[in-house]
Nanobody, 121 residues
Framework: QVQLVESGGGLVQAGGSLRLSCAAS???????MGWFRQAPGKEREFVTALDWSGGRTLYADSVKGRFTASRDNRKNTVFLQMNTLKPEDTAVYYCAASSGLATTPSYYAHWGLGTQVTVSS
């Protein structure tokens, strides 16, 4: 049972940057680590997924070129660098772990509690 804890959220002006972290209680090298986000009244939205074993990374079109996912297997931590933030990026951001590369929440068995990101215009 992998436990995930997100951190790094906050309030930032449009055009600014934030770096989110997701600390895992166990080894993450064998998992696909994903980031999702959810705004009030909206469905969970795929952001990115990093498959270390397969050497593949997926990004949603809405964040491609602005967000970068990375991981530190030694520290069992995954990161989400968010640049050129827009008001529409405002949401609770969730870290998740899956056994395979996927973009739908149902494929991720382990979730953190989320961290709030608010981008002001």
């Amino acid at each position: 049972q992998v436990q995930l804890v997100e951190s790094g959220g906050g309030l930032v002006q449009a055009g600014g940057s934030l770096r989110l972290s997701c600390a895992a209680s166990g080894r993450i090298s064998s998992y696909v680590m994903g980031w999702f986000r959810q705004a009030p009244g909206k469905e969970r939205e795929f952001v990115t997924a990093l498959d270390w074993s397969g050497g593949r990374t997926l990004y949603a079109d809405s964040v491609k070129g602005r967000f970068t996912a990375s991981r530190d297997n030694r520290k069992n931590t995954v990161f989400l660098q968010m640049n050129t933030l827009k008001p529409e990026d405002t949401a609770v951001y969730y870290c998740a772990a899956s056994s395979g590369l996927a973009t739908t929440p149902s494929y991720y068995a382990h979730w953190g509690l989320g961290t709030q990101v608010t981008v002001s215009s």
